[in-house]
């Protein structure tokens, strides 16, 4: 199913949540009968979302860009799976952009980490391999380390955040703490992690 290049800007600003939640829900429906219309609505009043989502996460606009148009073929080829008892649709299609674009993250990541290693393997083996993995081993006990003067909130924070691949509210919900205070918490211990870490 294609869908328009550029995310349009959202047409609800102004209309209650709720109204913009059963609007959201009832094109869903239509959707998962194959309505393309109801797709190219829904689309329109998402995707501005969806690409925020994906450009926090993923930074590279082109990237973003994919990551949401993988979220929209998704939600073509599964509006049946939407269940409104577990959540809003908003809620549901922004919990779909997150996992697309840390999947992405993980893709790049591993994409960059053969070619290191193929880099590697196809160099002059002349450079010291004990050196390289004692400075590794170093850099991850530095990590670790400095994950010790966290609090024990912050550690899990940040933990449940970076190495989780959870959102905010995700994170909220499992430590049964406010959005509000677990963004202070992960933003206090990234701050130490820095200062730690002797990081700018």
């Known amino acids: 199913m294609d869908t328009p290049n550029n995310p349009a800007p959202p047409v609800f600003e102004t209309a209650p949540a709720t109204d913009v939640g059963s609007q959201l829900a009832g094109l869903l429906e239509l959707v998962a009968n194959g309505d393309q219309q109801a797709f190219a609505d829904f689309y329109r009043l998402t995707s501005r979302r969806v690409y925020g989502m994906a450009k926090r996460v993923l930074i590279d606009p082109d990237l973003s860009e994919d990551a949401t148009q993988e979220v929209f ?18 809620a549901w299609l922004m919990t779909i952009a997150h996992r697309r674009a840390i999947d992405r ?35 991850a006990e530095a990590v670790s380390r400095c994950l010790g003067t966290l609090t024990e909130t912050q550690q899990e924070s940040v933990r ?23 963004k202070s918490r992960i933003r206090d211990g990234l701050l130490r992690l820095k200062t730690c870490l002797g990081v700018g």
């Open 73 to 90: 073929m998704q939600v073509w080829q599964g509006a049946a799976k939407f269940d409104s008892s577990a959540g809003s649709p908003m």
């Open 105 to 139: 993250v993980r893709a790049v990541q591993a994409a960059s980490d053969r070619e290191a290693r193929y880099s590697a393997a196809s160099q002059d083996p002349d450079h010291d391999v004990v050196a390289e993995e004692v400075g590794t081993n170093l850099e």
């Open 160 to 182: 449940l955040a970076y190495y989780g691949g959870l959102t905010y509210r995700e994170v909220a919900e499992k430590l049964g703490a406010a959005v509000p205070t677990i």
